[in-house]
């Protein structure tokens, strides 16, 4: 027996206007997961628990099997420990992305936060960005100072680990969750020390914005990568081993480190797909092709598989483009696997980890739809893969008994 989890991030979502109070998921055209839910148990469930943030941090913690009322700390250690970062005592980490602020004669409080990834910069150049900043004479004293050592990445999200830093009462905020809002009310601040990360955000922003590729991407009608931003602030962290808690031997497939970062903690390996982005121009079929070769030719019991264009797209407020990438992740992704899996014995849980919602372009708590087939079973829920179908069915009131329903035979 084989087992399979497939996240299309974000897809879950509200009916909006913008789709006649219709759902992203309703709209898509999903043959392929339509067909498994009809056949599989199709139900709903929460991965975020109410008390913590709504993101794909608390969310897929739950989904691996982690609680993350127990062992959340924040998203930047778990995605440190993609890139082997070991914090040590007295280390905070920050997610530290490239985003697009407000361009124009304005003080730098009042401008709007754009884009959380400046429209989803090239890899190379967010890393020469950002590693150009961390090196800036004007900017270096500055990030000595408060302790900050960056960690680049090809994308458009970097690692910072603050050595001596203090989170105590600090408040930081989830650009993503703020887009076309002015960012004074969302900089870094609750102590001393947020104080000293705004200042770092400021001269960035003074910095990069002048930079040549910046310049050259405003010519071009692309937006500039002209700020840092801090947020996902966390401390170290340890997770439960998964081989120890499901006696499986599992692999991680995903363009995110957050995910990658999880299953480095939990013991799972990582898998990487040449042209995996994390947009909507991902490998999907690359993604798919590698999830049937670890399972029937390197060993694996188990490979999670995590597609984050549905929640790109989102963010960036491109509804049509969320409703192909659920249609990609059907034919491109799940399609080739089951296809891939013919006549072998399998299991497979399908879901959205958090919603994301077209309306405010930001996270939300609640309900998803999950399906969970079994290839030895022919009959099931009869319904299609949608959020008011899935709430006709089980409810799983806690996302971490997930992995212990899809490991059971």
Not at 34 to 39: M, N, S
Not at 94 to 116: V, W
Not at 328 to 348: F, N, T
Not at 377 to 390: F, K
Request: some cysteine; glycine content about 10%.
């Amino acid at each position: 027996m084989k087992y399979i989890l497939v996240i299309g991030d974000g897809m879950a979502d509200n009916p909006t206007r913008l789709l006649d109070n219709h759902t992203p998921l309703e709209m898509a055209k999903k043959p392929k997961m339509d067909w498994l839910a009809a056949h599989g148990e199709l139900g709903s469930v929460t991965n975020c628990p109410g008390e913590l943030p709504a993101g794909s941090d608390t969310a897929i913690l739950s989904i691996f099997g982690c609680d993350p009322r127990r062992c959340y700390t924040g998203r930047a250690p778990l995605e440190a420990a993609a890139q082997g970062i070991a914090l040590k005592p007295g280390d905070v980490a920050y997610r530290c992305n490239m985003a697009s602020l407000e361009t124009g004669d304005l003080p730098f409080d009042q401008r709007k936060i754009i884009s959380h990834s400046s429209g989803g910069i090239d890899g190379e150049l967010s890393r020469e960005l950002v590693e150009y900043l961390f090196a800036h004479p004007d900017f270096a004293p500055l990030a000595k100072a408060a302790g900050a050592e960056v960690f680049p990445t090809l994308t458009y999200r970097h690692i910072v680990i603050q050595h001596g830093g203090n989170a105590e009462n600090l408040v930081l905020t989830p650009p993503h969750d703020h887009l076309g809002e002015v960012c004074g009310q969302h900089l870094p601040h609750g102590s001393d020390n947020g104080n000293t990360l705004r200042q770092l955000m400021e001269a960035s922003f003074r910095i990069l914005s002048a930079h040549p590729i910046n310049v050259k991407r405003m010519q071009e009608g692309k937006l500039p990568a002209n700020c840092i931003w801090f947020w996902a602030e966390g401390t170290a962290v340890e997770l439960p081993d998964f081989d120890a808690a499901y006696h499986k031997r599992g692999a991680v497939i995903s363009a995110v480190p957050l995910c990658h970062g999880i299953g480095a903690l939990i013991g799972l390996d990582r898998i990487m797909v040449p042209g995996a982005t994390g947009e909507k121009d991902t490998n999907y079929q690359g993604k798919a092709e590698a999830a049937v070769k670890a399972l029937q030719q390197d060993g694996y019991d188990f490979v999670g598989v995590h597609v984050e264009a549905p929640d790109e797209c989102t963010h960036n407020g491109d509804l049509e483009g969320k409703v192909e990438a659920i249609g990609d992740l059907d034919s491109k992704v799940i399609s080739l696997i089951c296809d891939g899996m013919a006549g072998e014995d399998y299991r497979l849980l399908i879901l959205s980890d958090h919603k994301t919602l077209t309306d405010t372009r930001g996270h939300a708590h609640g309900y998803v739809p999950y399906i969970l087939y079994d290839s030895r079973v022919s009959t099931g829920s009869g319904l299609s893969y949608t959020e008011a179908n899935g709430l006709l069915g089980p409810h799983v009131e806690d996302g971490v008994n997930l992995m212990r329903m899809l490991f059971q035979a």
